[in-house]
């Protein structure tokens, strides 16, 4: 079964400074890549996803997430984080084709920006 | 339009005692899914419905955990016989059968078995 790992629990920033939250997932085959969003007291949301073709995925509010392969990772990325980011990110991944629904989710990045 | 909604928002029970969660999927989305989020852990995949029928129960943990839904619309997530191990915060989300990998997510049901 495939898994998914994110790097890091919790991650402190200030304002401004740049972003990255790691992923990695195991499974050889061919996935589907997604970052979820869940901010303080509200539901999941989804801020990007890879299919396939460029492997650099822009999503909402600035993020970005780059897919490479031969790593198995799909690190999420924002240049400037502002105090309004401060949330926990999920890395996920469903299998391309008759298992595409089932996502597979990591544990979790809990994020805080200070002003 | 509206979202996802899941009712209660959070429950207390009793171990032992039966639950019921609810589901209220996004109109005209015909699949609907069912994650569990426990402590410390990430989300897990419970089960899957296209339609009225779920062709994927593969992730219910035992035999006391069961889903319907009626109509194509709402679905009810139940636990029989709670125990303090079902302490979790149940998700529920829904998608086009088409685009099945872009699932929209409901607040959560905060369930707590004591």
């Known amino acids: 079964a495939q898994s998914v790992s994110q790097h890091n629990h919790h991650v402190i920033l200030s304002e401004a400074a740049s972003l990255e939250l790691g992923c990695n997932y195991s499974?050889?085959?061919?996935?589907?890549l997604f970052w979820y969003v869940q901010y303080p007291g509200q539901h999941l949301q989804l801020l990007l996803k890879?299919?396939?073709?460029?492997?650099l995925v822009k999503g909402i509010k600035g993020f970005e997430a780059e897919f490479i392969k031969s790593k198995f990772s799909f690190n999420l990325r924002k240049p400037s984080v502002q105090w309004s980011d401060t949330a926990e990110y999920f890395c996920a991944v469903t299998l391309s084709g008759a298992g595409s629904y089932q996502l597979t989710f990591g544990k979790g990045t809990k994020l805080s920006v200070i002003p | 339009g509206a979202g996802v909604s899941q009712s209660p928002s959070n429950k207390v029970t009793e171990k032992g005692k039966d639950v019921e969660l609810r589901c209220d999927p996004i109109s005209g989305h015909t699949a609907l899914y069912w994650y569990r989020q426990s402590l410390g852990q990430g989300l897990e995949f419970l089960i899957y419905f296209q339609g009225n029928s779920a062709p994927d129960k593969s992730g219910l943990p035992s035999d006391r955990f069961s889903a319907e839904r009626t109509g194509g619309s709402v679905s009810t997530l139940t636990i029989q016989r709670t125990q303090q191990e079902d302490s979790a915060v149940y998700l529920c989300?829904?998608?086009?059968?088409?685009?099945?990998?872009?699932?929209?997510f409901g607040p959560g049901t905060r369930l707590l078995v004591l």
């Open positions: 499974y050889g085959g061919t996935v589907n």
């Open positions: 989300a829904s998608s086009l059968v088409r685009d099945r990998e872009t699932q929209y």
């Open positions: 890879y299919f396939s073709g460029d492997p």
